[in-house]
């Protein structure tokens, strides 16, 4: 009785064990399949292969490049002439015509000089009449008529002066800054090297004396674009001005189209410190759905030729130094024949198909291989061994001192 009892404990001491081991074999030939079927024979899963049909198109050779949008005009304008601002008339924001006012200096002191000027003007021309009517000389009436020409050039001057009282805008657009306040001193100011007096250029000073404009107010434009971009100096020879070129704007789904306008002949370095030249493309007509700073991505057509035949680049194959298609001969069986081909060009997913095809025949194209072939009937095979007596696939070697069910190990 006790030795039945003790037997009973040990078989119960030794059920927990077995059934770890168990589990063990199980995840470890889990595992086990998944590695087998991925690397057994070689085998690969194939997509069905599709068919493509050979026909022209426009073939377009690009040089890419990248940029940013900006204003196709930035005009910073500033009084050409000294004076106290006395009104300013706009602020950011603001859209503005051409020739519209933007501020004002005070003109009392302008206006007398052009009332002086006219004065003058009128005293030659006076003084011309008189010595005309009392036969003057050749030389007189040569003096007199130099008076004259003088006097109407410093009208002229003071005219154009007085004009530059009110600051106009040289372009439409927005108003992107304003840097004048009404009692600012503004128009041109003159400066000098340290330890020379400052003030005019004509001055006494011994230094060299520049002039410099105070107070501007910023007006770019409003609809028309430019792209700054740079070109790598191998691609530079290939850009022209003139040249159309596809623009892909961040946020913006459709290509917006432009004209190469300027190319430049110093380059510089780029982000990885190769040299690189800068392009500016100007963006074709008025657009509402762009903004200054935005990125973009330029593709430059440097060739285009229409009416070009062409195939599915995926379905181009070759051995050796031949090159070939599948030619479909039969579209009902899908039957196909090995054609030899001659290419030029490619352009995206098209290349140019020189000889060998014609227009309409259509030609296989291969579908993606990938691994595991047959994966669902070779796992169903497995599930059949594991399910009749734990039985391991062929070419499968447990690990060293591991025990399946049935006895029996390494």
Same mark, same amino acid.
Request: charged share 20%.
């Given at each position: 009785m006790i030795r039945e009892l003790f037997g009973r404990?040990? !078989?119960?001491?030794?059920?927990?064990?077995?059934?770890?081991?168990?589990?063990?074999?199980?995840?470890?030939? !889990?595992?086990?399949?998944? /590695?087998?079927?991925?690397?057994?024979?070689?085998?690969?899963?194939?997509?069905?292969?599709?068919?493509? =049909?050979v026909g022209t198109q426009t073939l377009k050779q690009t040089v890419t490049a990248s940029g940013t949008l900006e204003a196709a005009t930035t005009d910073d304008l500033s009084f050409e002439v000294s004076g106290t601002v006395s009104a300013v008339y706009v602020e950011p924001g603001d859209t503005v015509r051409k020739g519209q006012k933007l501020a004002a200096v005070g003109a009392a002191v302008l206006q007398a000089e052009l009332d002086a000027a006219q004065s003058e003007l009128d005293a030659a021309e006076a003084a011309r009449s008189e010595h005309l009517a009392e036969g003057a000389s050749e030389e007189q009436t040569s003096a007199d008529e130099a008076a004259v020409r003088a006097a109407e050039s410093g009208l002229e001057q003071a005219d154009e002066a007085l004009a530059g009282a009110v600051l106009r805008a040289t372009s439409a657009g927005t108003v992107t800054a304003v840097g004048l306040e009404v009692g600012d001193s503004a128009g041109t100011s003159s400066g000098s090297p340290s330890g020379s007096s400052t003030g005019t250029s004509t001055g006494s000073s011994t230094g060299? !004396?520049?002039? =410099?404009?105070?107070?501007? *107010?910023?007006?770019? !434009?409003?609809?028309?674009?430019?792209?700054?971009?740079?070109?790598?100096?191998?691609?530079?020879?290939?850009? =022209?001005? /003139?040249?159309?070129?596809?623009?892909? *704007?961040? /946020? *913006?789904?459709? =290509?917006?189209y432009g004209t190469v306008a300027e190319v430049g002949l110093v380059a510089s370095a780029d982000s990885s410190g190769a040299a690189a030249f800068p392009v500016t493309i100007e963006v074709t007509g008025e657009r509402d759905d762009l903004y200054a700073g935005t990125s973009a991505d330029i593709a430059?057509?440097?060739?285009?030729?229409?009416?070009?035949?062409?195939?599915?680049?995926?379905?181009i194959r070759t051995d050796g130094d031949t090159t070939y298609v599948e030619k479909v001969t039969d579209p009902a069986t899908g039957a196909t024949t090995r054609t030899g081909i001659e290419t030029g060009e490619t352009s995206g997913m098209a290349t140019e198909v020189v000889s060998g095809l014609a227009e309409g025949d259509v030609v296989e194209v291969p579908g993606f291989t990938g691994p595991g072939g047959g994966g669902d009937e070779q796992m169903q095979e497995l599930r059949q061994q594991m399910q009749q007596g734990g039985g391991m696939p062929e070419g499968f070697t447990p690990p060293d001192g591991a025990t399946f069910p049935g006895g029996g190990s390494r």
């Amino acid at each position: 009785m006790i030795r039945e009892l003790f037997g009973r404990a040990r !078989s119960l001491r030794r059920r927990p064990r077995r059934l770890v081991l168990v589990l063990f074999v199980v995840v470890l030939a !889990s595992a086990a399949a998944g /590695g087998w079927l991925l690397v057994r024979g070689e085998e690969s899963a194939a997509a069905a292969p599709t068919t493509a =049909t050979v026909g022209t198109q426009t073939l377009k050779q690009t040089v890419t490049a990248s940029g940013t949008l900006e204003a196709a005009t930035t005009d910073d304008l500033s009084f050409e002439v000294s004076g106290t601002v006395s009104a300013v008339y706009v602020e950011p924001g603001d859209t503005v015509r051409k020739g519209q006012k933007l501020a004002a200096v005070g003109a009392a002191v302008l206006q007398a000089e052009l009332d002086a000027a006219q004065s003058e003007l009128d005293a030659a021309e006076a003084a011309r009449s008189e010595h005309l009517a009392e036969g003057a000389s050749e030389e007189q009436t040569s003096a007199d008529e130099a008076a004259v020409r003088a006097a109407e050039s410093g009208l002229e001057q003071a005219d154009e002066a007085l004009a530059g009282a009110v600051l106009r805008a040289t372009s439409a657009g927005t108003v992107t800054a304003v840097g004048l306040e009404v009692g600012d001193s503004a128009g041109t100011s003159s400066g000098s090297p340290s330890g020379s007096s400052t003030g005019t250029s004509t001055g006494s000073s011994t230094g060299t !004396s520049t002039s =410099t404009a105070t107070g501007t *107010v910023t007006v770019v !434009s409003t609809g028309h674009f430019v792209v700054e971009a740079t070109v790598a100096s191998d691609d530079i020879e290939q850009v =022209t001005k /003139g040249l159309q070129a596809e623009i892909t *704007v961040t /946020g *913006v789904d459709e =290509t917006v189209y432009g004209t190469v306008a300027e190319v430049g002949l110093v380059a510089s370095a780029d982000s990885s410190g190769a040299a690189a030249f800068p392009v500016t493309i100007e963006v074709t007509g008025e657009r509402d759905d762009l903004y200054a700073g935005t990125s973009a991505d330029i593709a430059v057509v440097v060739s285009q030729r229409a009416d070009v035949l062409t195939v599915d680049s995926r379905a181009i194959r070759t051995d050796g130094d031949t090159t070939y298609v599948e030619k479909v001969t039969d579209p009902a069986t899908g039957a196909t024949t090995r054609t030899g081909i001659e290419t030029g060009e490619t352009s995206g997913m098209a290349t140019e198909v020189v000889s060998g095809l014609a227009e309409g025949d259509v030609v296989e194209v291969p579908g993606f291989t990938g691994p595991g072939g047959g994966g669902d009937e070779q796992m169903q095979e497995l599930r059949q061994q594991m399910q009749q007596g734990g039985g391991m696939p062929e070419g499968f070697t447990p690990p060293d001192g591991a025990t399946f069910p049935g006895g029996g190990s390494r």
